[in-house]
C-alpha cells in the first residue's frame, strides 16, 4: 500500500513538474519574443517607459505561473484526495475485515479455553469431592470401629467386674451359710450328745437303781440274771 502512495505521488510530481516546466518554457519564450521586441523598440525609448515594459511583462508572468501553478495545485489536491479517499477505503474495509477475523478468532478461542476450563475446573471438583467422600467414609467406619471396640471392651470390663463381684458376693455368702449351718450342727449334735449321754447316765442310774431294789426285796437270782 505505502508503494503504490509513492508511484502515485511519483506520479503526480512528474506531471506538476512537467506542466510547470512546459509553462515556464512558454512564458519564458514569450517573455524572450517580447522581451527582444521590447529591447528593440526601447532604445528608442527612455528608462520610464523600459521600466513599465518590464513591470508589464513581470505581471503577465507571475500571473501566467500563478494560474498554471494554481491548476497543477488543484489536480494535484483532486487527485491525492481521490487517491488518499480509495486508500482510506481500502484500509478501512481491510482493517474491519481483520478486526471482524480477530474478534471471531478470539470469541471462538475464549469459548473453547471458557468451556475447557469449566470442563477441567467440574473434573476437579467431582474428584475432590470423591475424594472426600472417601476420606469421610473411611473416618467415619474407622471412627465406628474404634467406638465398638472400646464399647465391647468396656462392656467385656465391665460383665468381668460384676462377675467378680457376684462371685465374690456369692462366695461369701456360701462361706457365712456354710458357717452357720456347721455352727448350728455343731451346737445340735453337741446338744443331741448331750442328751443322749445325760438320757444314758439316767438310764443307767435308773437301772442300777432297780438292781439294788431287787437285792433289797431278796430277788437274788433275778437280780443276778
Given at each position: 500500500?505505502?508503494?503504490?502512495?509513492?508511484?502515485?505521488?511519483?506520479?503526480?510530481?512528474?506531471?506538476?513538474?512537467?506542466?510547470?516546466?512546459?509553462?515556464?518554457?512558454?512564458?519564458?519564450?514569450?517573455?524572450?519574443?517580447?522581451?527582444?521586441?521590447?529591447?528593440?523598440?526601447?532604445?528608442?525609448?527612455?528608462?520610464?517607459?523600459?521600466?513599465?515594459?518590464?513591470?508589464?511583462?513581470?505581471?503577465?508572468?507571475?500571473?501566467?505561473?500563478?494560474?498554471?501553478?494554481e491548476e497543477i495545485n488543484n489536480i494535484e489536491t483532486s487527485e491525492l484526495f481521490d487517491a488518499k479517499e480509495e486508500i482510506n477505503n481500502i484500509e478501512t474495509s481491510e482493517l474491519f475485515d481483520a478486526k471482524e477475523e480477530i474478534n471471531n478468532i478470539e470469541t471462538s478461542e475464549l469459548f473453547d479455553a471458557k468451556e475447557e476450563i469449566h470442563n477441567i475446573e467440574t473434573s476437579e471438583l467431582f474428584?475432590?469431592?470423591?475424594?472426600?467422600?472417601?476420606?469421610?467414609?473411611?473416618?467415619?467406619?474407622?471412627?465406628?470401629?474404634?467406638?465398638?471396640?472400646?464399647?465391647?471392651?468396656?462392656?467385656?470390663?465391665?460383665?468381668?467386674?460384676?462377675?467378680?463381684?457376684?462371685?465374690?458376693?456369692?462366695?461369701?455368702?456360701?462361706?457365712?451359710?456354710?458357717?452357720?449351718?456347721?455352727?448350728?450342727?455343731?451346737?445340735?449334735?453337741?446338744?443331741?450328745?448331750?442328751?443322749?449321754?445325760?438320757?444314758?447316765?439316767?438310764?443307767?442310774?435308773?437301772?442300777?437303781?432297780?438292781?439294788?431294789?431287787?437285792?433289797?426285796?431278796?430277788?437274788?437270782?433275778?437280780?443276778?440274771?
Amino acid at each position: 500500500m505505502g508503494y503504490f502512495f509513492y508511484f502515485l505521488k511519483e506520479e503526480i510530481n512528474n506531471i506538476e513538474t512537467s506542466e510547470l516546466f512546459d509553462a515556464k518554457e512558454e512564458i519564458h519564450n514569450i517573455e524572450t519574443s517580447e522581451l527582444f521586441d521590447a529591447k528593440e523598440e526601447i532604445h528608442n525609448i527612455d528608462t520610464s517607459e523600459l521600466f513599465d515594459a518590464k513591470e508589464e511583462i513581470h505581471n503577465i508572468e507571475t500571473s501566467e505561473l500563478f494560474d498554471a501553478k494554481e491548476e497543477i495545485n488543484n489536480i494535484e489536491t483532486s487527485e491525492l484526495f481521490d487517491a488518499k479517499e480509495e486508500i482510506n477505503n481500502i484500509e478501512t474495509s481491510e482493517l474491519f475485515d481483520a478486526k471482524e477475523e480477530i474478534n471471531n478468532i478470539e470469541t471462538s478461542e475464549l469459548f473453547d479455553a471458557k468451556e475447557e476450563i469449566h470442563n477441567i475446573e467440574t473434573s476437579e471438583l467431582f474428584d475432590a469431592k470423591e475424594e472426600i467422600n472417601n476420606i469421610e467414609t473411611s473416618e467415619l467406619f474407622d471412627a465406628k470401629e474404634e467406638i465398638n471396640n472400646i464399647e465391647t471392651s468396656e462392656l467385656f470390663d465391665a460383665k468381668e467386674e460384676i462377675n467378680n463381684i457376684e462371685t465374690s458376693e456369692l462366695f461369701d455368702a456360701k462361706e457365712k451359710i456354710n458357717n452357720i449351718e456347721t455352727s448350728e450342727l455343731f451346737d445340735a449334735k453337741e446338744e443331741i450328745n448331750n442328751i443322749e449321754t445325760s438320757e444314758l447316765f439316767n438310764a443307767k442310774e435308773e437301772n442300777k437303781i432297780n438292781g439294788i431294789h431287787c437285792f433289797l426285796n431278796g430277788n437274788q437270782s433275778t437280780f443276778y440274771t
